[in-house]
C-alpha cells in the first residue's frame, strides 16, 4: 500500500494544526509630551478626557485635540492665577 507512512486523518508531525491567534489593532496616537514647562501629561490627559469626553471611546484624540487640552489647561491656571 502506498499510503502506509500516513495516518488517518491527516495530522502534521508537529502535532494538529492550531488556528492563529485572533490579534485585534488598536488604534491609538501616542499622547505627546507637554510643550509647557511645569505641566505634567497627566495632567493634560484628566484636562484632554474632560474637554472631549463626547469624542470618546468611540475615537482616539489627534495631536490636535492633545495641543488644543494643553493650551485651555494653561489658559485656565493663568486666569486662575491672575484672579487670585
Given amino acids: 500500500m502506498f499510503l502506509q507512512g500516513l495516518s488517518w486523518p491527516c495530522e502534521r508531525k508537529d502535532g494538529p494544526k492550531k488556528a492563529p491567534m485572533k490579534k485585534t489593532m488598536v488604534a491609538k496616537e501616542q499622547q505627546p509630551k507637554p510643550f509647557t514647562p511645569g505641566l505634567t501629561k497627566a495632567e493634560v ?16 484624540l489627534t495631536l490636535d485635540d492633545w495641543v488644543t487640552a494643553e493650551r485651555d489647561l494653561v489658559k485656565m491656571r493663568e486666569e486662575a492665577g491672575e484672579s487670585a
Avoid: N, Q, T
Avoid at 45 to 60: N, Q
Fill in 45 to 60: 490627559r484628566e484636562h484632554a478626557y474632560k474637554m472631549f469626553r463626547d469624542k470618546l471611546p468611540g475615537h482616539i
